[in-house]
């Protein structure tokens, strides 16, 4: 079921929209924002997806039972990998 909404949105915007309906890339101004949308929605989408990995592996690592490096461990780190280099 289609719902009827009203919108208001920046005239160069309304330009663009119409300038690609009168080009006859999309037959109505309700096609273009139907497609908008349906970016709009897969990129929300892919976000969600992103948000999600990113959360998973924090909980990878909090729930690492390998010790935790103190900042001093990882200077010690970065200088002895510094030294192997020259």
Same mark, same amino acid.
């Given at each position: +079921?289609?719902?009827?909404?009203? $919108?208001?949105?920046? %005239?160069? +915007? ?7 309906? /009168?080009?006859? @890339?999309?037959?109505?101004? %309700?096609?273009? #924002? *139907?497609? @908008?949308? *349906?970016?709009?929605? *897969?990129?929300? =989408? =892919?976000? !969600?997806?992103?948000? @999600? @990995? $990113?959360? !998973?592996?924090?909980?990878?690592? #909090?729930?690492?039972?390998?010790? /935790? #490096?103190?900042? !001093?461990? $990882? /200077?010690?780190?970065? =200088? %002895? #990998?510094?030294? =192997?280099?020259?």
């Amino acid at each position: +079921m289609n719902e009827k909404l009203s $919108i208001s949105l920046p %005239s160069e +915007m309304v330009a663009a929209i119409k300038s690609r309906v /009168d080009a006859g @890339a999309y037959a109505s101004t %309700s096609e273009v #924002l *139907r497609a @908008a949308v *349906r970016v709009w929605l *897969r990129e929300e =989408e =892919e976000y !969600q997806e992103r948000i @999600a @990995a $990113i959360r !998973q592996k924090v909980k990878a690592s #909090l729930d690492d039972p390998r010790p /935790d #490096l103190s900042l !001093q461990d $990882i /200077d010690d780190w970065i =200088e %002895s #990998l510094a030294a =192997e280099q020259q």
